[in-house]
């Protein structure tokens, strides 16, 4: 069975500072790791994803993940928080199981930038 | 191009009443996901279709939920006798088909319908 597990339901950075957050997961083989990002009222945007192409993933607005097999981890990293990036941050697995792709997410975490 | 669409966006329902919620997935993707998001169950997977087939759907946390979808297209998600319990909100996701190896598609998500059982 996969899980995930987030780190810390809030966090709070500066405006400018990094950006970090934290996802263990569990998966019985060789996982598929998401990152998405909610706005308030909205629905999920996909921020980067991992499929063992490259342990370091780039995602979209700035945002990177390095997967750690060792560490069983895939953290969400930002050099410098905007203003903008505040919202709700959730990382998720999948085992891709022919075809049914179907996303176990974290509990979340919500990202505060303090001006 | 057009995204995942939802409807309605907001829905208030009397406790013991029946809903039924819509989702109108990306055009061509044949793999439709429903989810609910919850104060105290956080995101959680219900229902998978492939085409108008549902080959997971051990996520419907009770048989009051049920869900189809018709032609390979527009999926409605079904709770009847509804109950506090089920407020929440219901998002939809949508992508292409995996084959039986590859890495997976991205899933698109609708904007969900938020459901309040008073």
């Known amino acids: 069975a996969q899980s995930v597990t987030q780190l810390g339901s809030h966090v709070s950075v500066s405006e400018g500072a990094l950006v970090l957050l934290r996802c263990n997961y569990s998966?019985?083989?060789?996982?598929?790791l998401f990152w998405y990002v909610q706005y308030p009222n909205q629905g999920l945007q996909l921020l980067l994803k991992y499929t063992s192409a490259a342990t370091l993933v780039k995602g979209i607005n700035g945002f990177e993940a390095e997967f750690k097999k060792s560490e069983t981890s895939f953290h969400l990293t930002k050099p410098s928080a905007h203003m903008s990036d505040a919202a709700e941050y959730f990382c998720a697995v999948t085992e891709g199981n022919f075809g049914n792709e179907k996303l176990t997410f974290g509990t979340g975490t919500r990202l505060t930038i303090i001006p | 191009g057009a995204g995942v669409s939802q409807s309605p966006s907001n829905k208030v329902t009397e406790k013991g009443k029946d809903v039924e919620l819509r989702c109108d997935p990306i055009s061509g993707h044949t793999a439709l996901y429903w989810y609910r998001q919850s104060l105290g169950q956080g995101l959680e997977f219900l229902i998978y279709?492939?085409?108008?087939?549902?080959?997971?759907k051990s996520g419907l946390p009770s048989d009051r939920f049920s869900a189809e979808r018709t032609g390979g297209s527009v999926s409605t998600l079904t709770i009847q006798r509804t109950q506090q319990e089920d407020s929440a909100v219901y998002l939809c996701?949508?992508?292409?088909?995996?084959?039986?190896?590859?890495?997976?598609?991205?899933?698109?998500f609708g904007p969900g319908t938020r459901l309040t059982v008073t």
């Open positions: 279709f492939q085409g108008n087939s549902a080959p997971d």
């Open positions: 998966s019985s083989v060789p996982p598929y």
């Open positions: 996701a949508s992508s292409l088909a995996m084959g039986l190896a590859g890495a997976p598609y991205e899933q698109y």
